[in-house]
């Protein structure tokens, strides 16, 4: 294997197709500028005047060392190419490289576009001409190819020769609707090579319906291909598009495939984790825990029996060495771990384990509450707590002497039914007692964020010489599970926040009682917070 891969990253319109997406122009800028400092080869930036999102991004595009590019259609069946006005609205968007996507499967040409097989040929090639022509780089998207290959060969390599010869420089075979294989993959792009279609100038462009977009790039690159086309985080319609979060540190890391990513920097590698993160906060969702890579899961090690090998060699059971991409090792407490996984976590949270301390009381306790409802594999800043109270290490800022939550459902003074959440919360603080209130409602009822906002909101309003830490952190996350049905149903309540830093934590409370639950994992959250600021207790 030799030559160099490509990289063509299609967040920008795949992504936009997602179930629930909808970026704003400064949102794809934002993106756009976060895949150039990754190393990406071609941004293709959407489809102009296909909407006025995408129209405004090309207006005032961002300036990129990748090849920024327009998506657009072949023209239309009965004109000209330079008389088609969808043509020239991707063509006005005066980008150097331009990607047409064309009907390759003689059933969509039929079906689909109900035109001859010859007027779909006659559409491909003029329109690649025309791009080409211009001076603009051409990139032909063969939709529907692998279907179309299987259902008439012939047919489907005659569009890819179509646009060869009209002076593509990349022609992409398509798994538009996501069901070829593997094997399939590798069987039909080394058949295309074969047919005329040079490696070089091949790219691959897979969906994900039956989970193996990745798998399925990878064997069209070892068949010969040399572009991948995918989206940060798999983004893409119905199950998505080839991860490209995935992808490029496999491309980048594997011995099989080394060489062929020089354009991704270690450094940029490094960087993977918190783009992807970046992502999903623009999204407003919740990053993928078991995501490869870049997953919080990712190099989690929950058994003892993992976690003893880990410590003493991390290769036992890490395929590749966390830090690359920008994350990092845990060793999670649960009622599935043993001491090596205490004594990982003790020493990764900075904490010296005094002679003869009692590591089984730890271990007890952690599967007696587990026991009760409690997970600390998903939350290991509470567990830091609970580990520190068991060593004598954990600090007293303040007492939570009480608090008090109302719900009220009223009218407010234009007469609309509104919800208002106030909270009262007392803490003793330096031998003195500090009562805040808060309330958490708005001019409508949507405006409401109930109770635990109330009660955050009041936490957190005047803890005295604590305030600037306080101040920067937030709730990003808020899960609630029932562990228990009926009448008696426990509830687990586990809060994710995080500073401007970046820094992340979570922490759990459980109790039968939702709000009690919510409050735990709270005031977990603020003493962790405070613990690592190195505030004085």
Request: glycine share 8%; hydrophobic share 40%.
């Amino acid at each position: 294997m030799k030559d160099r891969l490509y990289l063509y990253d299609t967040t920008l319109r795949d992504g936009q197709q997602t179930q629930g997406v909808q970026f704003s122009a400064a949102e794809k800028t934002e993106i756009a500028q976060m895949l150039d400092a990754l190393g990406v080869d071609y941004i293709e930036g959407g489809w102009p005047g296909a909407n006025p999102t995408d129209s405004d991004f090309f207006a005032a595009p961002p300036p990129t060392r990748a090849m920024l590019t327009a998506f657009g259609m072949t023209k239309r069946a009965g004109r000209s190419a330079g008389n088609d006005d969808v043509l020239a609205a991707v063509l006005n968007a005066g980008t150097q490289a331009v990607c047409l996507v064309g009907k390759t499967h003689e059933f969509h040409v039929r079906e689909a576009l109900g035109i001859p097989l010859d007027d779909n040929l006659d559409n491909i090639s003029a329109s690649i001409a025309h791009v080409a022509a211009l001076g603009r780089e051409a990139l032909f998207d063969a939709e529907h190819f692998f279907d179309g290959c299987k259902a008439d060969r012939d047919y489907a390599l005659s569009c890819l020769i179509a646009a060869r010869d009209a002076g593509a420089r990349w022609i992409v075979l398509c798994d538009t609707n996501g069901g070829t294989l593997p094997h399939e993959i590798a069987e039909i792009t080394a058949q295309v090579i074969a047919a005329g279609i040079p490696g070089a100038r091949l790219g691959i462009h897979a969906h994900d319906d039956t989970g193996n977009a990745v798998a399925c790039t990878l064997a069209a690159v070892r068949a010969g291909a040399r572009q991948v086309q995918g989206t940060l985080n798999g983004l893409g319609e119905r199950c998505g598009n080839a991860n490209l979060t995935t992808l490029i540190p496999t491309l980048a890391l594997k011995p099989e495939f080394a060489g062929l990513l020089p354009q991704i920097a270690s450094e940029a590698l490094r960087g993977l984790l918190k783009t992807s993160r970046r992502l999903d906060e623009i999204l407003n969702r919740a990053p993928q825990a078991n995501a490869p890579y870049v997953g919080a899961s990712a190099f989690a090690h929950k058994a003892g029996l993992h976690a003893s090998a880990i410590i003493r060699n991390p290769t036992t059971y890490e395929h590749v060495a966390p830090e690359t991409v920008g994350n990092a090792r845990i060793i999670p407490m649960s009622n599935q771990a043993g001491q090596s996984n205490l004594r990982a976590r003790l020493s990764d949270a900075g904490l010296t384990v005094p002679e003869g301390a009692d590591l089984g009381a730890i271990l007890a306790d952690v599967k007696a509450r587990e026991d009760r409802g409690y997970a600390y594999d998903v939350a290991e800043a509470s567990f830091e707590l609970l580990a520190r109270r068991h060593l004598g290490a954990l600090p007293r800022f303040f007492d939570v002497e009480r608090y008090r939550v109302i719900v009220e459902r009223r009218r407010n003074a234009k007469g609309a039914q509104i919800s208002v959440s106030e909270a009262v919360v007392t803490v003793r603080l330096q031998g003195q007692r500090v009562m805040s209130v808060s309330e958490s409602h708005g001019e409508t009822d949507l405006d409401d964020r109930g109770p635990v906002n109330a009660l955050w909101r009041a936490l957190g309003k005047d803890l005295g010489p604590y305030q600037a830490s306080i101040d920067d952190m937030r709730l990003v996350d808020f899960r609630v599970r029932i562990t228990q049905g009926g009448t008696d149903a426990v509830t687990r309540v586990t809060i994710d926040s995080e500073d401007r830093q970046g820094t992340r934590w979570s922490t759990v409370g459980v109790s039968a009682n939702i709000v009690d639950a919510s409050f735990e994992a709270l005031h977990d959250a603020v003493v962790w917070k405070l613990i690592r600021d190195g505030a004085t207790p």
